[in-house]
C-alpha cells in the first residue's frame, strides 16, 4: 500500500465528473487500499479517487469506527430535514465553514468486487456521502457555502491559506470529510 497525493483546490481534476468503473480487479482493490492509507496518513474521514488524481468512481471512508469502499455510487434518497455544521476537506487543508446538507441520505453502488452494496447514514456519516458523491462528479463543497463564506474561503485560498500537508481540524468541527 501507499500513500498517494492529495490533489488540492485548482487542480482541474477535481472539477472533473469521474468515470464509472468497469474493470472490478486487483488494481482496483490496491487503488482502494491506498485510498484507505492516504485517509489514514491525512486524518480524515473519506476520500474521492480524483482527489489522488484518478478519475474513476470510488471512494473509501472511515467513520466512526466503520471503513469501506463504494464504487459507481448513485443516491437514492436524502431527507428533506437538512443539518448545519461546520465542515472541511482534504482538498481544502485547514479551511472549515457551515455547510448545509440533508440530514440523511442513502447511496447505492457496488464494493469493490463488484458486489451490490448500499451505504445509509444520519448526520456526520450522511454528511460523508454526500461530500464524496458531490467529489465524483466534479463539485466541490465550497460550491455549497453561503456566498459570504464562499467569498471568505476564496479570499484565504488567494492568500496561501491552505495548510499542506493537510492538519487535523480543532476539535470543534467535523473531521475533514474528503
Known amino acids: 500500500m501507499a500513500v498517494l497525493p492529495i490533489r488540492l483546490f485548482g487542480d482541474p481534476v477535481l472539477r472533473e465528473r469521474a ?12 487503488l482502494a ?5 492516504t485517509l489514514q496518513a491525512a486524518a480524515g474521514a473519506a476520500i474521492a479517487a480524483n482527489q489522488v ?17 463504494l464504487v459507481n455510487p448513485e443516491l437514492v434518497e436524502t431527507s428533506e430535514e437538512e443539518q ?9 487543508p485547514g479551511l472549515f465553514y457551515p455547510t ?11 464494493d469493490v468486487h463488484g458486489e451490490p452494496d448500499e451505504q445509509s447514514g444520519e448526520g456526520m456519516r450522511a454528511r460523508m456521502l454526500l461530500h464524496e458523491l458531490d467529489h465524483l462528479n466534479g ?5 455549497h457555502l453561503a456566498r459570504h463564506d464562499r467569498k471568505a474561503a476564496m479570499r484565504r ?7 499542506n500537508p493537510p492538519a487535523v481540524p480543532p476539535e470543534d468541527h467535523e473531521q475533514a470529510v474528503g
Do not use: H
Open 84 to 92: 448545519e455544521s461546520d465542515e472541511g476537506c482534504l482538498s481544502f
Open 19 to 30: 468515470a464509472e468503473v468497469t474493470s472490478f480487479d486487483a488494481a482496483l482493490e490496491r
Open 53 to 69: 488524481g484518478v478519475l474513476q468512481r470510488l471512494f473509501v471512508w472511515e467513520v466512526d469506527g466503520d471503513r469501506g469502499a
Open 33 to 37: 487500499d491506498d485510498m484507505l492509507e
Open 139 to 143: 463539485i466541490l463543497f465550497i460550491d
Open 157 to 163: 485560498i488567494r492568500a496561501g491559506e491552505l495548510e
Open 100 to 110: 448545509k446538507r440533508p440530514l440523511r441520505a442513502r447511496l447505492r453502488g457496488s
